[in-house]
């Protein structure tokens, strides 16, 4: 390999993570050379997907001094409950045997249907490397229990937790959210300006149970959460509806460490260069040429600019990681919730749940077999909180305890990890751009934003992830670039085509 690589590049990306991969889709897309290297032996890193099998090992493997994973232990458990219907038993050797059946996140994400990474994957056309499913249900916990939110106007007027007042209540809040800052000088942009989103509800005069299905699940905001950005996320939920399904909201099928890898194949079809297991051995800045040259695998190579994850170059050894995000991951053989959350064996489930009077929340993450991510008569539950500590199953006991404790959930597999962050920047490092590790968020906007902002710094003159090109619309040299294939005309343009052939054919019989 080291034989073969070339010596100068205009960009070496370290780490395959989603941050990582977009910048060096970005640049690859607009003509640079890419060379892209992890010392991990899979793409993602921790935004990545794993089988069952490749899950156990990677926690059982010591952690790395730059690794961002750390703190992971797993339980098989053994249930006593008797199962009421005929469906098979699942214990540890029946789901390691279909081990390859799974797609595991470390780093689930759910995508908003008008969000920044949908934008960008149609903008880019990389939507064509990818497959989503529309998220089920919107969930929330009331009165202990887990019911689905209204998301629609056809799903307001369905439902049966709302009463006729209160769905006639909830519409009209959700229409003047909706209307919200098309007038700059309406009584409620003046009246509450400076005053939380909660004082808004409440002076709305809407019922407890509309103000807590708000508030979890569609503004998904806080007590303290001002009135305008708590306006902003209603809006968000709201410009993302009737998109793709019947919630604002889809998800990845096969899981999201395929979108990192959707990057990576635009980046390798316009010329950059992957070698996974091979890290960087040292870097240094030459002064007389400003460029870096890297050491990697008894090679020297030079690169104009350099890019890497958290922890991943040489220079940053010795930087303090720090706890970022707590996650539990669960199989289980039973969903969550009632019959009509998981009708037909359930599909994506969405749930925001809150502790401490609201001052912390985690998000939970559903999964059945439809999505790919597992086999048919399982089911994922992926927990996400910031972290507070080095202990991820401390964090999260207070919404394991809401979730399990006086649940019928079969749960099969449980695992406890930390997604750590460093604390500061090596100042060796002034010269390479590091991207942020993945933050507590629902959606990739942040990541993008980071993604944005490097590539803007590297390139500033080039545009981010321009839109690629369909097969067909590529013209080789010595083809009639004026020749239209009949399969990339639209529908309606094609039926005339067709159209034409068959008068055609007609008067050609009639002579």
């Keep these: 390999m080291s034989d073969d690589l070339p010596e100068q590049f205009d960009l070496v990306v370290i780490g395959t993570g989603f941050t990582e991969s977009c910048i060096a889709a970005a640049a690859s897309r607009v003509g640079k050379s890419v060379l892209h290297l992890d010392s991990n032996e899979y793409y993602g890193d921790v935004w990545s997907s794993f089988s069952m099998d490749a899950l156990c090992a990677r926690f059982e493997q010591e952690a790395e001094p730059h690794s961002s994973l750390r703190n992971a232990k797993y339980t098989w458990h053994t249930t006593d409950k008797e199962s009421v219907t005929d469906a098979p038993s699942w214990n540890r050797d029946s789901v390691l045997a279909k081990s390859r059946r799974f797609s595991l996140d470390l780093c689930p994400r759910i995508l908003y249907a008008a969000g920044e990474l949908v934008q960008l994957l149609i903008k880019s056309n990389i939507c064509r490397y990818a497959e989503f499913r529309a998220v089920d249900h919107v969930c929330m916990r009331h009165n202990g229990e887990i019911v689905s939110v209204p998301c629609s106007r056809s799903d307001v007027f369905n439902t049966k937790t709302l009463t006729m007042v209160e769905k006639r209540l909830l519409m009209k809040f959700?229409?003047?959210?909706?209307?919200?800052?098309?007038?700059?000088?309406?009584?409620?942009?003046?009246?509450?300006?400076g005053r939380t989103f909660l004082e808004y509800l409440?002076?709305?005069?809407?019922?407890?149970?509309?103000?807590?299905?708000?508030?979890?699940?569609?503004?998904?905001?806080?007590?303290?959460?001002?009135?305008?950005?708590?306006?902003?996320r209603t809006q968000r939920f709201l410009?993302?509806?009737?998109?793709?399904?019947?919630?604002?909201?889809?998800?990845?099928?096969?899981?999201?460490?395929?979108?990192?890898?959707?990057?990576?194949?635009?980046?390798?079809?316009?010329?950059?260069i992957y070698c996974l297991k091979r890290a960087v051995d040292d870097i240094a800045l030459d002064s007389n040429s400003n460029e870096f040259l890297l050491s990697s695998a008894g090679k020297t190579l030079r690169a104009k600019n350099v890019v890497s994850a958290p922890g991943y170059s040489p220079v940053s050894k010795g930087i303090e990681l720090k706890p970022?995000?707590?996650?539990?991951?669960?199989?289980?053989?039973s969903p969550l919730g009632n019959e009509e959350l998981n009708k037909g064996g359930g599909g994506v489930n969405l749930l925001r749940l809150l502790a401490d009077g609201g001052a912390r929340e985690a998000f939970l993450i559903q999964l059945s077999h439809y999505t790919g991510a597992c086999p048919e008569g399982l089911y994922i539950f992926h927990l996400?909180?910031?972290?507070?500590?080095?202990?991820?199953?401390?964090d999260l006991a207070v919404f394991t305890g809401q979730l399990f404790d006086q649940s019928d959930a079969q749960i099969i597999f449980s695992s406890y990890f930390t997604i750590a962050a460093q604390s500061s920047k090596s100042p060796a490092a002034e010269h390479i751009y590091y991207t942020d590790p993945p933050t507590y968020e629902l959606d990739y906007d942040a990541a993008i934003a980071n993604a944005r902002d490097i590539f803007g710094k590297l390139f500033p003159e080039?545009?981010?992830?321009?839109?690629?090109?369909?097969?067909?619309?590529?013209?080789?040299?010595?083809?009639?670039?004026?020749?239209?294939?009949?399969?990339?005309?639209?529908?309606?343009?094609?039926?005339?085509?067709?159209?034409?052939?068959?008068?055609?054919?007609?008067?050609?019989?009639?002579?």
């Design 384 to 394: 996400t909180t910031p972290a507070l500590s080095e202990d991820p199953a401390s």
């Design 324 to 333: 970022h995000i707590s996650r539990g991951l669960f199989i289980s053989s």
């Design 174 to 193: 959700l229409t003047a959210c909706n209307d919200y800052g098309v007038d700059k000088c309406n009584e409620d942009s003046l009246e509450f300006r």
């Design 202 to 232: 409440q002076a709305q005069r809407v019922t407890e149970k509309i103000s807590s299905c708000v508030m979890q699940a569609i503004a998904m905001c806080g007590p303290t959460t001002s009135f305008e950005e708590g306006m902003q």
């Design 239 to 272: 410009g993302s509806l009737g998109r793709y399904g019947n919630t604002p909201f889809l998800f990845p099928m096969y899981g999201c460490g395929e979108l990192p890898q959707c990057f990576c194949r635009l980046c390798a079809v316009y010329g950059g």
């Design 462 to 511: 080039a545009d981010f992830l321009p839109r690629a090109p369909d097969p067909e619309e590529i013209v080789v040299d010595g083809e009639d670039p004026s020749a239209l294939n009949e399969h990339s005309l639209p529908e309606d343009l094609r039926a005339q085509l067709h159209d034409m052939q068959r008068a055609t054919q007609e008067m050609d019989i009639q002579d």
